[in-house]
Structures are given as C-alpha cells and as structure tokens.
C-alpha cells in the first residue's frame, strides 16, 4: 500500500520535527477535515494512539488552527480548552 497523495499533518518543517512520529502520518488528510461525525471519530482514534499528541494539540492551540482534529481534539473542543485555561490562569 503506498502513502496518499497529501497525508496529515500537512508540512514537515524544522520547528515541528514531532510529525515525523505523527500515527497520521500515512493517513490521507481528509480524515482530520471531515465534518461528518463518523469519520472524525476515526481521526480521533487515530490520534488516541499517537506518541504525539501532545505536541500536536499544542502547536494547534498556539497556531490557532480554526478547522480539523489536531491532537485528538475537534474545533470546538480546542475553544473550550482554551477557555478553560483563560480560567484557570484568570
Ligand atoms: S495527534 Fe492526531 S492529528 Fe496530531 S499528529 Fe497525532 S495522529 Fe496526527
């Protein structure tokens, strides 16, 4: 099986050599921007099992990134954690 045309997350660049251990890596990038529930629950799985989570949640938060599944949260859920955390720091 040969990796899709455009696979997640989109761009390897020096500041975020976490995606090269990216477990989307091989998946095609449409997974992480459906809008239809079903496939981002698989996005989420798929991010459920991924050594960078982490590091891929936060690089959404500081870039604000409006649309896909990042770090196995969706749009909305990335506004509440920033919420809370504008909370918590308040
Ligand atoms: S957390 Fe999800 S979107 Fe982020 S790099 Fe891992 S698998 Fe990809």
Redesign the pocket.
Known sequence: MSAPARS??LALDALAD??A?????E?DVEV?FAIDEAAQRE??A????????????E??VANREQY?????LREQDRKRLVRARRRDAA
């Open positions: 997640f997350p976490w995606r251990d990216a477990a989307c890596r998946i992480f996005a989420i798929v991010c459920e099992t991924c050594p960078v989570r982490q590091e891929c949640l690089h959404a896909g599944v990042w770090g196995g």
